[in-house]
T-cell receptor, first 112, second 114 residues
Framework: QKEVEQNSGPLSVPEGAIASLNCTYSDRGSQSFFWYRQYSGKSPELIMFIYSNGDKEDGRFTAQLNKASQYVSLLIRDSQPSDSATYLCAVRSNTGGFKTIFGAGTRLFVKA | SAVISQKPSRDICQRGTSLTIQCQVDSQVTMMFWYRQQPGQSLTLIATANQGSEATYESGFVIDKFPISRPNLTFSTLTVSNMSPEDSSIYLC???????????FGPGTRLTVT
């Protein structure tokens, strides 16, 4: 079982729709959760992080965390073609030296 | 947030040679990391660069092949030694900072070995 799992996609949504990106993790002791955006040929860029159960909003982005279900998601409202990228979920685990584990990413395609 | 620069941004090298990649952070950070990423693939952690001590390598990566230095809290280097075409990849430097222990990434070094 992978430590951080994401659907590889591609996830295709029309412009203006809500894109929902999901991530599950295996370590119940994980404390911090991150979403990164990576455009093709570029390095990962931090979008936001969350460490409390519930929702955290930042502009068009909302991160949702459910530690009981070991599930974290990212919602992108009013999706734009410029949101087309690979989204990486990352989890900071309390095991193995407090390492941050990255998922393989979900490719999002927003159709104009 | 931390702003990270890397040099070189890209290079084409012959097999058997070595390349040293430099990483500079604009502020002092406790943790620095080196990753490798093949196009379209996920990030692979090579090692954690420890200030004042030897780097901590992940399974499959060894110091002789990927020596790392970290002389202070803002700078690190990764050397790719005795290169082969299989070492062709993007190498990313990362630094950890902030209240959430978030990581920031440099722009990457695109290495091609011929």
């Amino acid at each position: 079982q992978k430590e951080v799992e994401q659907n590889s996609g591609p996830l295709s949504v029309p412009e203006g729709a809500i894109a929902s990106l999901n991530c599950t993790y295996s370590d119940r002791g994980s404390q911090s959760f991150f979403w990164y955006r990576q455009y093709s040929g570029k390095s990962p860029e931090l979008i936001m992080f969350i460490y409390s159960n519930g929702d955290k909003e930042d502009g068009r982005f909302t991160a949702q965390l459910n530690k009981a279900s070991q599930y974290v998601s990212l919602l992108i409202r009013d999706s734009q073609p410029s949101d087309s990228a690979t989204y990486l979920c990352a989890v900071r685990s309390n095991t193995g030296g407090f390492k941050t584990i990255f998922g393989a990413g979900t490719r999002l395609f927003v159709k104009a | 947030s931390a702003v990270i620069s890397q040099k070189p941004s890209r290079d084409i090298c012959q097999r058997g040679t070595s390349l040293t990649i430099q990483c500079q952070v604009d502020s002092q950070v406790t943790m620095m990391f080196w990753y490798r990423q093949q196009p379209g693939q996920s990030l692979t952690l090579i090692a954690t660069a420890n200030q004042g001590s030897e780097a901590t390598y992940e399974s499959g990566f060894v110091i002789d092949k990927f020596p790392i230095s970290r002389p202070n809290l803002t700078f690190s280097t990764l050397t790719v030694s005795n290169m082969s075409p299989e070492d062709s990849s993007i190498y990313l430097c990362s630094a950890q900072g902030g209240e959430g222990y978030e990581q920031y990434f440099g722009p990457g070094t695109r290495l091609t070995v011929t």
